[in-house]
């Protein structure tokens, strides 16, 4: 498995858009899939933020994170953020998860970031602090309850 940047994976645009909006649409109702494509296009090579990077098989794309400035304006008091982290039905319980987290958590260090947020639902918390966040906040995200969480990148061992 090699993680890379969705910039040099064109082909995979549509399907990683369509992929995260049936995962994360319902955050954003009125997010749609031309919002999502051209929000994954606007992305960079991993030198500057906002990146998406794909762990990919031979040209197959298992799954996918980014790093953004601000990932919902509703929290914009904490920035910025891993987000979006998807790994495909078939991918699941293999490790490619978590290796998008610790590549997203090494590009936030190698970019100087002082601290990287990411938000979740309480079941995933454990998860997360597995791989060395710890929770920083708890508020109500739309429809959800969720956990903001927290990482000094520079200062982990990924």
């Not at 319902?26 to 494509?37: F, H, N």
């Not at 601290?115 to 429809?143: I, K, N, T």
Request: hydrophobic share 45%; with cysteine.
């Amino acid at each position: 498995m090699q993680i890379a940047p969705l910039w040099d994976y064109p082909q995979h645009l549509a399907e990683v858009a369509q992929a995260h909006l049936q995962a994360f649409g319902g955050l954003s109702p009125d997010w749609r899939l031309d919002q999502a494509q051209a929000e994954l296009a606007s992305h960079g090579r991993g030198d500057r933020i906002p990146t998406t990077w794909l762990a990919l098989e031979g040209e197959q794309w298992l799954g996918s994170v980014s790093l953004l400035a601000n990932d919902d304006e509703r929290i914009d008091q904490y920035r910025p953020w891993l987000a979006s982290l998807y790994v495909r039905p078939q991918a699941r319980a293999a490790g490619i998860g978590a290796a998008l987290v610790r590549h997203g958590v090494q590009a936030a260090a190698a970019l100087k970031v002082p601290r990287l947020h990411l938000y979740c639902q309480d079941a995933l918390v454990p998860y997360y602090a597995r791989l060395g966040w710890q929770p920083l906040d708890r508020l109500a995200l739309g429809p959800l309850q969720v956990v903001v969480m927290a990482i000094a990148p520079g200062a982990v061992d990924v």
